[in-house]
């Protein structure tokens, strides 16, 4: 059965850090491309992130310079290092994953709970 865990979310003061953690299982990780995205309260889902299968990333605007994604293919694992938190960040954070075909197929989490407040 395909599945993808999101753990690592919590409460934190503005300006510091979290690491989102998403486990895979029930696939081929190593073939899939790996996305966060993000959901504040009234707010729609926005793409945060992502890494492709060989490692290449992008990221969105608002958290350019301060939010890296990583993969562990071995684990079948992906991460989101979260630096310099403002309050605009918290949502409920999701990780995706895209099968590498000329018609992608998605699998998501179950979301994370992050809160930025002092």
């Known amino acids: 059965q395909v599945q993808l865990v999101e753990s690592g979310g919590g409460l934190v003061q503005p300006g510091g850090s979290l690491r989102l953690t998403c486990t895979a299982s029930?696939?081929?990780?190593?073939?899939?491309?790996m996305r966060w995205y993000r959901q504040g309260p009234g707010k729609e889902r926005e793409w945060v992130a992502l890494?492709?299968?060989?490692?290449?990333?992008g990221y969105a605007d608002s958290v350019k310079g301060r939010f890296t994604i990583s993969r562990d293919n071995r684990e079948n694992t992906a991460y989101l290092q979260m630096n310099s938190l403002k309050p605009e960040d918290t949502a409920v954070y999701y990780c995706?994953?895209?099968?590498?075909?000329?018609?992608?197929?998605?699998?998501w989490g179950q979301g994370t709970q992050v809160t930025v407040s002092s």
């Open positions: 995706k994953a895209t099968m590498v075909a000329t018609i992608p197929i998605d699998y």
């Open positions: 029930g696939f081929t990780f190593s073939r899939y491309h």
């Open positions: 890494i492709t299968h060989t490692g290449n990333t």
